[in-house]
């Protein structure tokens, strides 16, 4: 079973950068797309990119371009987030999670099957 | 942008009730790519059912999907104290995927 665990927490000023990283453990890893979902504190769940399995595709949410890059290590099975610009708006719990290609859906289209424990990310001057 | 739209926002039933949480999405989607997830407190999201209906590993089966684009349900069929929790649906058919906005499952 594949488990993540999540880098800890950050605090940021307001036009820094931060970077998360998201570590793997298990070698069925390899077949997984990872993608980062933020949670601001008590909302709700939001998407925002997506890496394949092989590191050399991405897609993120329009509203995150040119500020957010997913990088994946497959010799460390290790994937990074790196949110520049930062903002007290993007104050928010970060998560990395997971699905198997193919498992539960089709291609990159799976359900997060697992998920990291979170990195809380604080912006603040 | 897939909207999905959650009711009620909060449901307060007593332990061994049934409950029944709804979610509409703005457009078609197809019941291949609908999920729900369980937040507890504290926690990560947790799968609880995959294509509209298909339940997890490990996930007891009180808990049911159903349903078909754009009006999917999960259904906890004997409401347990550890049920306690947001539940989220999700769409990972279209990019970006999208959550709903959530429903807080409460023990009266």
């Known amino acids: 079973q594949v488990q993540l665990v999540q880098s800890g927490a950050e605090v940021k000023k307001p036009g820094a950068s931060v970077k998360v990283s998201c570590k793997a453990s298990?070698?069925?890893?390899?077949?997984?797309?990872v993608h980062w979902v933020r949670q601001a504190p008590g909302q709700g769940l939001e998407w925002m990119g997506i890496?394949?399995?092989?590191?050399?595709?991405?897609s993120y949410r329009h509203t995150f371009q040119g500020r957010l890059t997913l990088t994946r290590d497959t010799s460390t099975s290790t994937v990074y987030m790196d949110l520049s610009s930062l903002k007290s708006e993007d104050t928010a719990v970060y998560y990395c999670?997971?699905?198997?290609?193919?498992?539960?859906?089709?291609?990159?289209?799976?359900?997060?099957?697992?998920w990291g424990q979170g990195t809380m990310v604080t912006v603040s001057s | 942008d897939i909207v999905l739209t959650q009711s009620p926002g909060t449901l307060s039933l007593s332990p061994g009730e049934r409950a029944t949480l709804s979610c509409r999405a703005s457009?078609?989607?197809?019941?291949?790519?609908l999920a729900w997830y369980q937040q507890k407190p504290g926690q990560a999201p947790r799968l609880l059912i995959y294509?509209?209906?298909s339940r997890a590993t490990g996930v007891p089966d009180r808990f049911s999907g159903g349903g078909s684009g754009p009006d999917f349900t999960l259904t906890i069929s004997r409401l347990e104290p550890e049920d306690v929790a947001v539940y989220y649906c999700?769409?990972?058919?279209?990019?970006?995927?999208?959550f709903g906005q959530g429903t807080k499952v409460e023990i009266k």
């Open positions: 999670a997971g699905g198997a290609a193919g498992s539960t859906g089709s291609g990159s289209y799976t359900a997060f099957d697992i």
């Open positions: 298990g070698n069925t890893f390899t077949n997984y797309y």
């Open positions: 890496i394949n399995p092989s590191g050399d595709s991405t």
């Open positions: 457009q078609s989607v197809s019941s291949t790519f």
């Open positions: 294509g509209a209906s």
């Open positions: 999700q769409q990972y058919g279209y990019s970006p995927r999208t």
